[in-house]
């Protein structure tokens, strides 16, 4: 059985699937950077307010 090399038009087919792999994963993880970038606002914007309100007491007591 001879076994053939990869022609150019395989060679390039292959390096298309790579990049688009490599898009697909680029994007999942600006995505759960985004993600993880929301819940972390969300919990500063609730450490703010509460020290909003420690403060305020203290202010007025």
Do not use: C, F
């Not at 076994?3 to 087919?13: K, L, Q, Y």
């Not at 697909?24 to 020290?51: G, I, P, S, T, W």
């Not at 309100?53 to 007591?61: F, N």
């Amino acid at each position: 059985m001879t076994e053939t090399s990869p022609t150019a038009a395989d060679r390039v087919d292959a390096a298309i699937a790579r990049i688009e792999a490599a898009i697909d994963a680029r994007a999942r993880a600006a995505d759960a950077l985004a993600a993880r970038h929301a819940a972390l606002k969300a919990r500063m914007a609730e450490a703010v307010a509460a020290l909003d309100d420690v403060i305020a007491r203290e202010s007025t007591g």
